[in-house]
């Protein structure tokens, strides 16, 4: 089933671990309230969190964590 906006934000933390997993409380607001603050933070992300100039490039350490 596919989510838009908010709602698969909160599909994501549902998965995470603890911590992240507290923000689900926020579920109780309106749709069209969560909806609103999600497309205010996604047209201001690169302001807000910053852009990077190149990609990230997994250490081999860190590819072996993600292998079978």
């Known amino acids: 089933?596919?989510?838009f906006k908010s709602d698969a934000i909160f599909e994501v933390m549902r998965q995470l671990p603890a911590p992240w997993?507290?923000?689900l409380v926020f579920?109780?607001?309106p749709r069209p309230i969560r909806d609103w603050c999600y497309v205010r933070?996604?047209?201001n992300r690169y302001r807000l969190f910053g852009m990077r100039d190149t990609?990230?490039?997994p250490t081999p350490d860190?590819?072996?964590r993600f292998r079978d």
Request: charged share 20%; proline share 0%; net charge positive.
């Open 27 to 29: 579920r109780i607001v």
């Open 55 to 57: 990609c990230f490039v």
């Open 21 to 23: 997993r507290l923000a």
């Open 62 to 64: 860190v590819m072996a």
């Open 1 to 3: 089933m596919a989510r």
């Open 41 to 43: 933070i996604a047209r």
